[in-house]
């Protein structure tokens, strides 16, 4: 079964601290992504990557970078977190096949900035 | 742009009752692909039902279906005979045609069973 592992459930952070959101994946995916999930708003794509040190910018990428040295591990960066990026940040995996190939989501990880 | 709306943001439903959760999208590519994900209270999203754009035939699985228009760019999930348990938010999303599309998702709809 595949795995998808956020390294923290939750997460206080004061304004303006550099915040490392990691991800890995256990599957051998080549696709990964971040989202943000806010109610009312349902799932808002940050970034995602396609293969290794490969990236593209989602919907919403302000305020947020990625890193993916590894194929393994995708990690989003709050360069300085700021009180409207609390919020519930989804990573997943997929991989790279087109079709009816669906994402593998980890349980997320709930941010709160102070 | 790709874009998919979900218009119902909250559903009650009588418990066994058929459910029509809709999905509408916008895209200019010729082949893309369609998905809906159930998110139960605890968080975790539950892969439940995928539609290719060539597809002739609407996709099934189990007490899921999916009404697929394509002439009307509607994806909508049915889910016969609901049960307690399919009390939980869902999602419809899309996916272009190209390896490095991406994935996107609409808002939401809150579905609740009642006994």
């Known amino acids: 079964d595949v795995k998808v592992t956020q390294s923290s459930r939750y997460l206080v952070k004061r304004t303006g601290e550099k915040v490392f959101l990691e991800c890995v994946q256990d599957?051998?995916?080549?696709?990964m992504f971040w989202y943000r999930q806010d109610p009312g708003l349902g799932l808002r794509l940050i970034y995602f990557s396609y293969d290794v040190k490969m990236k593209e910018k989602g919907d919403i990428p302000e305020g947020y970078s990625v890193s993916r040295e590894k194929k393994e591990r995708f990690s989003l960066i709050l360069e300085s977190a700021s009180t409207n990026q609390t919020s519930m940040y989804l990573c997943?995996?997929?991989?790279?096949?087109?079709?009816?190939?669906?994402?593998?989501f980890g349980n997320g990880t709930r941010l709160t900035v102070t | 742009a790709q874009k998919i709306t979900q218009t119902q943001p909250g559903m009650f439903v009588q418990e066994k009752e058929a459910v029509t959760l809709d999905c509408t999208y916008d895209t200019s590519d010729p082949s893309y692909g369609l998905f809906w994900y159930k998110q139960p209270s605890s968080g975790e999203m539950i892969f439940l039902i995928y539609?290719?754009?060539?597809?002739?035939q609407n996709a099934t699985e189990g007490r899921y279906s999916l009404n697929f228009q394509k002439a009307r760019k509607s994806a909508n999930l049915v889910i016969s005979a609901s049960q307690l348990g399919d009390s939980a938010m869902y999602f419809c999303?899309?996916?272009?045609?190209?390896?490095?599309?991406?994935?996107?998702f609409g808002k939401g709809t809150r579905l609740h069973i009642l006994p």
């Open positions: 539609q290719g754009s060539y597809d002739q």
């Open positions: 599957m051998d995916h080549e696709n």
């Open positions: 999303a899309m996916r272009g045609e190209n390896r490095d599309d991406k994935i996107i």
């Open positions: 997943a995996s997929s991989t790279g096949a087109l079709g009816g190939v669906p994402l593998h």
